[in-house]
């Protein structure tokens, strides 16, 4: 019997679209307002056919009166950003309020490698704590610097005016953490009081992190039903957007093991192979896992005290780990599932590189 035909007005509204007394708003991101009349909630109907209208007619009205930095911004976020997954759809629009306020009123046509570079040097970090204001700099250029691809595309331009001719790096260059084996074995072994605690979780979620080099969200995401009979079915979220491509990843004594472990230390039957005390899934619809974080900071700092470990790592040293650990920068490339192999060599293997000397 085949499914049954899903209505169009069943179905979920697009992003930042909402329901209130009957009628469809759109929720107007922070900085866009002056773009839709003022408002923070932008009235679209009471229909969908007549909220699919409105909007389309708001959409085509900025395509046709685009000529400052600010009205490509709000084009950008109202049909690119919605596209990209849910924490990086979330940084993107405050990356835009931040870009909106020097950038708003510039035209899009006298913009030039100079002005990026006077942002990035004067750009000051709002939260020391998060990293510095050349690192946010150099993300906000790159939201930038695809909007402008945009507008190339959609017409309102005929070259990009500093692509390739901009180049912003990091003040600390990449991080050189390297997790040692002893490291590693320290936490792993680190006792835990209570078998389904927070202890237990994290160091399953090591082993299954150091088998497979999948990035966090994508292990909080993997469910019991991603176990199949030929081995693991993983959607790594940046591989999706890339190349769409599912990866299996066979099984193997130690990695159906590690499977076994997770499931048995969940706090609650759930599809997640790593859940809330619930059972309900660490990400939120926003693409963040705020508990998760926690738990993490939580067993670095247990692994301090009761380990001889004496400086913190993170989960992204651990798929560096993965990377610095795999026979050849290719195996790396392939474990981390990256599209492209100079982002494995300069970010990911963090050994030193051995040489034999010529006699």
């Not at 773009?35 to 923070?40: H, I, R, S």
């Not at 940084?91 to 306020?101: F, G, M, P, S, Y």
């Not at 927070?198 to 019991?224: E, F, H």
Request: net charge positive; glycine share 6%.
């Amino acid at each position: 019997m085949s499914p049954r035909k899903r209505l169009p007005e069943n179905r979920p509204p697009p992003a930042r679209w909402k329901i209130n007394h009957g009628a469809y708003y759109y929720l107007v991101p922070p900085g866009q307002e002056a773009t839709w009349d003022g408002k923070k909630w932008f009235r679209l109907g009471s229909t969908l056919a007549e909220a699919h209208r409105a909007f389309a007619d708001k959409v085509q009205s900025l395509e046709g009166d685009i000529k400052t930095v600010g009205q490509l911004l709000d084009r950008y976020v109202i049909e690119v950003v919605p596209g990209k997954a849910p924490k990086t759809a979330s940084e993107n629009r405050k990356q835009v309020a931040t870009l909106r306020a020097v950038f708003a009123d510039m035209p899009l046509t006298e913009i030039e490698p100079q002005h990026i570079y006077q942002y990035a040097s004067k750009r000051k970090s709002k939260r020391p704590s998060r990293g510095t204001g050349k690192t946010a700099a150099k993300r906000e250029i790159e939201v930038l610097s695809h909007a402008f691809t945009k507008a190339v595309e959609w017409g309102l331009l005929k070259k990009h005016p500093f692509k390739g001719e901009v180049r912003i790096e990091n003040e600390s260059g990449p991080r050189t953490r390297y997790v040692e084996d002893w490291e590693l074995l320290a936490v792993l072994g680190m006792a835990a009081h209570r078998r389904k605690g927070s202890i237990r979780m994290v160091q399953a979620y090591l082993r299954l992190k150091m088998l497979t080099g999948l990035r966090q969200r994508d292990l909080l995401l993997m469910t019991v039903s991603d176990c199949k009979e030929d081995g693991i079915h993983a959607f790594p979220s940046k591989t999706r957007k890339s190349t769409g491509k599912r990866v299996i990843y066979e099984w193997t004594p130690l990695l159906r093991e590690a499977i076994e472990d997770a499931k048995a230390v969940r706090p609650a039957l759930s599809p997640y192979l790593f859940c809330e005390l619930d059972g309900t899934c660490f990400v939120h619809d926003d693409g963040k896992a705020p508990n998760w974080n926690n738990i993490w900071q939580n067993f670095m700092a247990k692994a301090l005290e009761k380990t001889d470990l004496t400086e913190r790592f993170t989960e992204h040293d651990m798929r560096a780990k993965v990377g610095s650990d795999a026979e050849s920068l290719e195996r790396a490339n392939q474990l981390l599932t990256h599209s492209d192999m100079r982002l494995t060599k300069r970010i990911y293997r963090r050994k030193p590189e051995r040489i034999k000397p010529t006699k």
